[in-house]
């Protein structure tokens, strides 16, 4: 069946550098993406989305990068802390529905001091 | 205030028991679902609560009960569970179709 996946499952990275986190979809129709950040015991966050009409969009300190040719979604995060520290779950859905969403098998940032 | 709050946050439940957990949003979403996540996994949606009405039920087996009282509250019936059923739960609501999920921090279901 059709999934979202991540090409590496941890991370580690000096805190001051950036980070890229990064997810490989197979549904081609897929038309809205949200990455998710979950601290240990604590619900998903909610980090920034990018909708399939967009290649890229910006927060605060982070950016994710949409590329549909390869259908590929990256996160960025610059000057990685170590409150950035946790799972990081890109998810997919169809119709710019949260409806569905499905979730990556999700990737363990550690952040070192 | 932007919280959904689930109770409790640990539970231990033999498989003959009948429990309950709870969440409760007071954002005026629409939306409210129950997602299921074991150790080390994604979270996996479970039902979809839409104007109180449910939407979505991703073949969940029936010792799983959900019930939407009023649009602030979201239960999840739990009897005759298995220990395979062990894992947080996660409830989550939305304004409707589209736009961010907010995520409770989850009950701790562990089943003996």
């Known amino acids: 069946g059709e999934s979202v996946g991540l090409h590496l499952p941890t991370l580690s990275v000096q805190e001051g550098d950036n980070s890229i986190i990064n997810c490989a979809y197979s549904?081609?129709?897929?038309?809205?993406f949200i990455w998710y950040k979950q601290e240990s015991g604590k619900g998903p966050q909610f980090i920034i989305d990018?909708?399939?009409?967009?290649d890229k969009r910006q927060g605060q300190r982070v950016t994710v990068l949409l590329n549909k040719t390869v259908k590929h979604l990256s996160l960025q995060i610059a000057a990685t802390q170590p409150g950035d520290s946790a799972v990081y779950f890109c998810?997919?859905?169809?119709?710019?529905?949260?409806?569905?969403?499905?979730f990556g098998k999700g990737t363990l940032l550690t952040v070192n001091p | 205030d932007t919280e959904v709050t689930q109770t409790p946050k640990h539970l231990v439940m033999g498989m003959t028991n009948k429990k309950s957990l709870k969440c409760e949003q007071h954002?005026?979403?629409?939306?409210m679902y129950w997602y299921k996540q074991k150790a080390k996994k994604p979270p996996e949606l479970m039902f979809v609560y839409s104007y109180e009405k449910l939407s979505i039920n991703e073949s969940v087996p029936s010792r799983f009960s959900p019930e939407c009282p009023n649009s602030s509250l979201l239960n999840l019936h739990l009897h005759a569970l298995q220990p395979e059923d062990s894992a947080l739960y996660l409830c989550?609501?939305?304004?409707?179709?589209?736009?961010?999920?907010?995520f409770g921090e989850g009950s701790r279901l562990t089943v003996l």
């Open positions: 989550a609501s939305s304004q409707a179709r589209t736009g961010e999920l907010f």
């Open positions: 998810a997919e859905t169809l119709g710019g529905s949260n409806y569905k969403l499905t």
């Open positions: 549904n081609s129709a897929s038309d809205y």
């Open positions: 990018i909708r399939s009409n967009m």
């Open positions: 954002m005026g979403h629409r939306a």
